[in-house]
């Protein structure tokens, strides 16, 4: 599965497209979240390693971007040792997520601790450098009860959508945040590099000039060195 895996992930790095992964501790709605955002039929089950290998779906961004949500593997605490290195295996995709999205089940009484393991394990993956937003779900459970919340989470209910709108509009602007833009100016004689650019998709704007063709792109990181050969300036957006 770890070479599936691999092969998977390569194949999304070839369309250089913003990417998240949701994680968090068992049953706290990862699932479900990854179901209410991209309408994936996602296994949704309170059940310990229901997802035990990451799901990938494609979340539609105004303006004809997409980004790239993984659903992985719920963290537990003291997990057996025979299953620690597959469980890892299972959060190579938080590794190379542009950012991660933590699920908390604010219901639970034991949310805190929930929480705090799962920042224990991607510390240990050597992740928690990446941005983090810590959505905190359930809220349709909480019945008006006060909850411990992390600070600067945002409260949602995949059941109930609370939240769910002003949860996409954070992950719009951090996908914006994430996208890095290229102007490459491509002579005429050169069109195989054109070609690559159409083959990888990473065209967002092409003009046509005399002396060749000056392209708006978001490159994927095996043809970064085009920046250099057709004097790429970096455009953040």
Known sequence: RSRHRKVQRQRRERIPLPSAAIVGYTNAGKSSLLNTLTGAGVLAEDKLFATLDPTTRQMPIPGGGKLLLTDTVGFVRRLPHRLVEAFKATLEEAVVADFLIHVVDASSPDAARHAATTLQVLGELGVRDKTILTVMNKADL?????????????????????????????????????????VLFIPHSRYDVISALHEAGCIEKREMEDEGVRITCNLPPRLKPLEKEFGASPIQS
């Not at 109930?160 to 996208?179: S, V």
């Open 142 to 182: 909480l019945d008006g009860h006060a909850f411990l919340r992390e600070p600067g989470s945002l409260v949602i209910s995949t059941k109930t959508g609370q939240g769910i709108d002003e949860l996409k509009a954070k992950l719009y602007a951090m996908a914006a945040d994430r996208k890095e833009t290229s």
